[in-house]
């Protein structure tokens, strides 16, 4: 990894939460709250009823409630992830793979493919080597 690329690492949205959790929930707890934040939708609004998680996690509906407060009182920036939500990440694939007339077609990207080199020296003693198997 780039040093750059290490140094300005931020969390995002999800993740930064996540990472707060640790500080309002016990360990029983945690998984239920990971699934809490994972149902907020852009608006920061949950998109489960409370009972349904309760049920999910076989906790009573207070448990889930008491949970779901604990989550509130942390450092939720919804902006940020309006903003996250709205970011468009490309994939650039080393290969693709195309099917036409039913048969399937690789396309390697030269971007990707590393440049062989043989030294001189050793090319020729392969060239002119009698083994079969060079």
Known sequence: M???K???YKPGFYESLENQLFEVLNENEIEAGKFIIGSFN???KLTLELEVIAELFSFSLAEIEEIYNKIKTLDIDFTELNSLE???DYVDPYIVVKKADNKYKIIYKEKFSPTLKINNYYYN???NSEDQEC
Do not use: Q
């Open 86 to 88: 709205n970011k468009v």
């Open 2 to 4: 780039e040093y750059e």
């Open 42 to 44: 852009e608006k920061g």
């Open 6 to 8: 290490f140094i300005s």
């Open 125 to 127: 003693l392969l060239k």
